[in-house]
């Protein structure tokens, strides 16, 4: 075909230009479907990044409340169970004095924060112990439910039950429930009341926005307490007005997990993390709106979608202008092809900030999203400086960095950004070069990970709890611990690290013991605890409130509370409750629980019991003349002697004064009498005081014997013994009277 020729030339012309319109229609629609796969592509994986934020904030929130419920409700079951303790003694040594019921529940509930009441009942279900009890006759729980079901109770866990109103109170309350039982009697229920309200305080310490919401329901997910700040509806306690997403979610998965639901109580939509309080029939939810994370998601959809078309209508544009205009052809191509780049490398990198920055350092493009972050505009930012809002670099580190980098190059970094108003945030930037029209640009996507760090921190906090004492250990040997855990033992930094567990307890029989008792129980699922004596690095012997929870198949965590101190102070409170203060000996409540078990013991084996009621003789004059200095060092020496001269099984008791009882165990026909000549001996041997004066006293006793059909009380045993010693007194004193 003849260049020459125009008509030919003109065809050939036509033919191309309708081969151009093709070519530029079929491009166009090929850019404009790449467009939108990489718009949907990236959208898609900035979405997927904004929900596992959302989990992850949600997971976490739902871990700091999970322990701080498990916490608050330990510490009520701990003081459940030691006032539980306290009331069984009381009511086996003083079957009928109650008096001192009411000084030890008004004792421990200053134990406990935030809760309403701890009271006891007794066997018929009157409430006849306890604190803000109404005036008038006492109230009854005889026809609660949970009173019904300690009746049947035989297991040492606590009982929980609610939410339920109080008749004393009025407010809805959870109640945790210990029955007590003496020798297999019921004697009573031990409750404690906490307020819903008392949760609700819990979840105020929680940093929520206006829309998030932290909610605790028991098994049969009955409302115990929700906080949404930025809710008008905070929900009815004892509702059960769920989402079918939550039931299941529960269902499926009982323990823990995650779901997103339109929440029953004030339809706003969030994603929600749970936990189950492990040991206690109580979930806790975590919410976090999805507005509080698809908001910015939303608008950097609009703006990448808008730089998506804008770039379609660049290729459309640039198309036209090819067609219309080929000396120019080249130029705009060009110009259109390092534009179409450009935006394509912009949607490649997802994030929370989209911007552009050139070889000398300097912003040239950015998002809407990036404006915000920093609490800036777009006018403000183009053409400003890294350095201007990257908080620990100067001009000189960036020109430096910038000077090394290639087309090509990739990399992602924590920083740290500057926003307008001087505040300093956590940034994760992920980066990339771009070579366009031969001058190179960094592509950065930048997103704030500052509640994310601050979460992480909290969490370390927690574990890094310097009272409670944590470790994770696998096949019984110590992979990792907390300063506590090292504190508590006596150990320090690392020492325990590859340490056998059988180092910390008592003995190799302990050990043995835990390992029995432990594994089965976390192994189906639940939490084990236990009071266990374990060794300090240097030997002395410690009391600790041991725990353990199943994290995977080889491995479990540990946590330790040191309480040898309230061990110790129990064990005293004891021995001062049931011992003479002077002597030492037994006082009257734990000679007539001895003397009680003696006579069970008699009638069983068919012995006699022997009570011999002393006083002494002389005793006043040496308190008159010599001081009471003096009379108290000669019933020390006294009660010395008396202990001395009877056998292991036999008690020696001071009632007061200067009277003082035996009893005499195992006792065949008449042998006691010679047992009993014993102890006259010895009390009629001088006594030098600590002065130097000598004291001679003697003594009047009168003995009751038990018979074999005998069915007297050993309050009666004792007013028998009584009754004969007074019998000598009057007698003429001295000597041993028999019943």
């Known amino acids: 075909m003849p260049l020459s020729d125009p008509q030919k030339l003109a065809d050939h012309a036509a033919r191309r230009r309708q081969r151009s319109v093709v070519i530029l229609v079929l491009s166009n629609a090929g850019v404009g479907l790449l467009l939108a796969f990489l718009v949907y592509s990236v959208l898609s994986a900035s979405k997927a990044s904004y929900t596992q934020q959302a989990n992850d904030l949600a997971e976490g929130m739902v871990a700091i409340a999970q322990v701080s419920i498990a916490?608050?409700?330990?510490?009520?079951?701990?003081?459940?169970?030691?006032?539980?303790?306290?009331?069984?003694?009381?009511?086996?040594?003083?079957?009928?004095?109650?008096?001192?019921?009411?000084?030890?529940?008004?004792?421990?509930?200053?134990?406990?924060?935030?809760?309403?009441?701890?009271?006891?009942?007794?066997?018929?279900g009157r409430v006849r112990w306890g604190n803000d009890l109404p005036p008038g006759a006492p109230p009854s729980v005889s026809d609660r439910e949970y009173f019904k079901q300690a009746l049947l109770h035989t297991s040492d866990d606590t009982l929980v039950t609610g939410p339920l109103r109080s008749r004393v109170s009025g407010n809805w309350v959870v109640v945790f429930i210990r029955p007590l039982r003496v020798d297999g009697q019921f004697k009573g229920i031990l409750y404690v009341?906490?307020?819903?309200?008392?949760?609700?305080?819990?979840?105020?310490?929680?940093?929520?926005?206006?829309?998030?919401?932290?909610?605790?329901?028991?098994?049969?997910?009955?409302l115990i307490a929700r906080r949404a700040p930025g809710s008008s509806v905070q929900g009815q306690v004892g509702s059960t007005t769920v989402s079918e997403q939550l039931k299941a979610a529960v269902l499926n998965q009982p323990s823990n997990g995650t779901f997103a639901s339109t929440v029953a109580v004030d339809g706003v939509e969030r994603i929600t993390a749970y936990r189950k309080i492990e040991g206690w029939p109580y979930t806790v939810f975590a919410g976090i709106s999805r507005d509080r994370f698809f908001k910015p998601w939303a608008a950097q959809a609009w703006t990448v979608s808008l730089l998506a078309a804008l770039a379609w209508a660049l290729v459309a544009a640039a198309s036209i202008a090819v067609y219309t205009a080929s000396l120019r052809e080249g130029a705009a191509m060009q110009a259109l092809v390092g534009q179409t780049r450009r935006v394509q490398a912009l949607?490649?990198?997802?994030?929370?900030?989209?911007?552009?920055?050139?070889?000398?350092?300097?912003?040239?493009?950015?998002?809407?999203?990036?404006?915000?972050?920093?609490?800036?505009?777009?006018?403000?930012?183009?053409?400003?400086?890294?350095?201007?809002?990257?908080?620990?670099?100067?001009?000189?580190?960036?020109?430096?960095?910038?000077?090394?980098?290639?087309?090509?190059?990739?990399?992602?970094?924590?920083?740290?950004?500057?926003?307008?108003?001087?505040?300093?945030?956590?940034?994760?930037?992920?980066m990339r070069v771009a070579e366009i029209d031969g001058q190179l640009f960094v592509f950065g996507s930048g997103r704030d990970v500052t509640e994310a760090r601050q979460l992480v921190r909290e969490q370390a906090a927690v574990l890094e709890s310097d009272l409670v004492g944590m470790a994770k250990v696998e096949k019984r040997v110590i992979k990792w611990r907390n300063r506590a855990f090292e504190r508590i033992l006596g150990y320090g930094p690392g020492e325990l690290e590859g340490t056998s567990t059988l180092a910390l307890y008592e003995n190799e029989d302990v050990f043995r013991q835990i390992g029995e008792e432990?594994?089965?129980?976390?192994?189906?699922?639940?939490?084990?605890?236990?009071?266990?004596?374990m060794r300090h690095k240097h030997g002395e012997v410690l009391w600790i409130d041991l725990s353990a929870t199943r994290l995977s198949d080889t491995e479990t965590l540990l946590m330790a509370v040191d309480i040898t101190a309230m061990k110790n102070a129990h064990e005293q409170m004891a021995h001062v409750a049931f011992h003479d203060?002077?002597?030492?000996?037994?006082?009257?409540?734990?000679?007539?629980?001895?003397?009680?078990?003696?006579?069970?013991?008699?009638?069983?084996?068919?012995?006699?019991?022997?009570?011999?009621?002393?006083?002494?003789?002389?005793?006043?004059?040496?308190?008159?003349?010599?001081?009471?200095d003096a009379g108290d060092a000669l019933l020390v020496e006294i009660a010395r002697r008396l202990q001395a001269?009877?056998?292991?099984?036999?008690?020696?008791?001071?009632?007061?004064?200067?009277?003082?009882?035996?009893?005499?165990?195992?006792?065949?026909?008449?042998?006691?009498?010679?047992?009993?000549?014993?102890?006259v001996e010895a009390l009629a041997e001088p006594i030098v005081l600590p002065n130097g004066?000598?004291?001679?006293?003697?003594?009047?006793?009168?003995?009751?014997?038990?018979?074999?059909?005998?069915?007297?009380?050993?309050?009666?045993?004792?007013?028998?013994?009584?009754?004969?010693?007074?019998?000598?007194?009057?007698?003429?004193?001295?000597?041993i009277y028999v019943d």
């Open 581 to 628: 203060a002077l002597t030492g000996l037994p006082n009257r409540l734990l000679l007539a629980d001895r003397l009680g078990r003696a006579l069970s013991i008699s009638k069983r084996e068919g012995f006699l019991v022997a009570v011999c009621y002393l006083d002494l003789d002389g005793f006043k004059a040496v308190n008159d003349t010599l001081g009471h």
């Open 193 to 222: 009341s906490v307020a819903a309200s008392h949760f609700y305080e819990l979840f105020e310490r929680y940093d929520l926005t206006d829309q998030d919401a932290v909610t605790l329901r028991n098994s049969q997910l009955e």
């Open 347 to 430: 949607l490649r990198i997802a994030g929370d900030g989209i911007h552009i920055v050139n070889h000398a350092g300097m912003l040239v493009e950015l998002s809407d999203s990036f404006a915000e972050m920093l609490r800036s505009s777009r006018a403000r930012l183009l053409g400003r400086h890294i350095s201007t809002w990257d908080a620990n670099q100067n001009e000189a580190k960036v020109g430096a960095w910038l000077s090394k980098v290639k087309d090509g190059d990739k990399q992602r970094v924590d920083v740290q950004h500057r926003r307008d108003d001087g505040s300093v945030f956590d940034v994760e930037l992920n």
């Open 71 to 124: 916490s608050d409700l330990g510490q009520i079951d701990a003081v459940i169970r030691a006032t539980g303790s306290e009331l069984t003694r009381v009511l086996s040594n003083q079957p009928t004095d109650r008096a001192p019921v009411q000084g030890i529940l008004t004792s421990n509930l200053k134990l406990l924060s935030g809760v309403e009441a701890l009271r006891f009942s007794d066997d018929t």
């Open 693 to 735: 004066e000598v004291a001679k006293i003697g003594a009047t006793f009168g003995v009751a014997i038990s018979h074999d059909a005998d069915l007297s009380s050993t309050e009666e045993l004792l007013q028998r013994a009584d009754r004969t010693m007074l019998t000598g007194k009057r007698t003429g004193k001295g000597g």
């Open 518 to 533: 432990l594994y089965p129980v976390i192994g189906a699922g639940k939490q084990y605890r236990t009071h266990v004596r």
């Open 645 to 679: 001269n009877i056998r292991p099984s036999d008690t020696a008791a001071r009632l007061g004064g200067d009277e003082f009882v035996l009893v005499l165990q195992f006792v065949p026909s008449d042998d006691w009498h010679r047992g009993l000549e014993r102890v």
